[in-house]
């Protein structure tokens, strides 16, 4: 599987938008990109995944660079609850696990 | 809709014992991964089970073992235990949907081995 690297941490003031970068210069073309969360002493939560377009849900926005070496995962109105460590994924059509790195530990502040 | 359930939520276990969790998979799916994270660390992958057989493992010893029933609800057995096996066991099941899976968690295992 290719690579993730993702910042730390970072902070997000409630009601601003949170973008969070990750590159994924390895990345094959039969590569999704994932974003999972965990809010602590919880399992991982599903946000949203693509190809190659953009793609937004009632969660998040996904940005795909053209060369898709890098993504961003947007929140659009951050929360308190939206604290949480994000984990930016990339995986194989068809592959079973999901690669885990260390993620970006986000803090939301009122 | 239920989603994915584990049990039990925590356990206590000596060194040297075995321990059984189970998980039961969100309604429709057929397919159980399980992973194990350590505090302060991302889940690592142990296998995932299809059609009641293994169908990928990661880099875990074969005290590591499983099983999946007729009903796609799951356990994961681990035998020998040791201070390091220590950590959060998390089940998870999946979707297919837009052409790529969908995975969907439990709460977990903590397991704490003394």
Known sequence: ??????????????????????????????????????????????????????????????????????STLILPHATLRDTAVYYCIVRVEGDYKLSFGAGTTVTVRA | DAGVTQSPTHLIKTRGQQVTLRCSPKSGHDTVSWYQQALGQGPQFIFQYYEEEERQRGNFPDRFSGHQFPNYSSELNVNALLLGDSALYLCASRLYRDRAYEQYFGPGTRLTVT
């Open chain 1, 1 to 70: 599987d290719a690579k993730t690297t993702q910042p730390p941490s970072m902070d997000c003031a409630e009601g601003r938008a949170a973008n969070l970068p990750c590159n994924h210069s390895t990345i094959s073309g039969n590569e999704y990109v994932y974003w999972y969360r965990q809010i602590h002493s919880q399992g991982p939560q599903y946000i949203i995944h693509g190809l190659k377009n953009n793609e937004t849900n009632e969660m998040a926005s996904l940005i795909i660079t053209e060369d898709r070496k890098s």
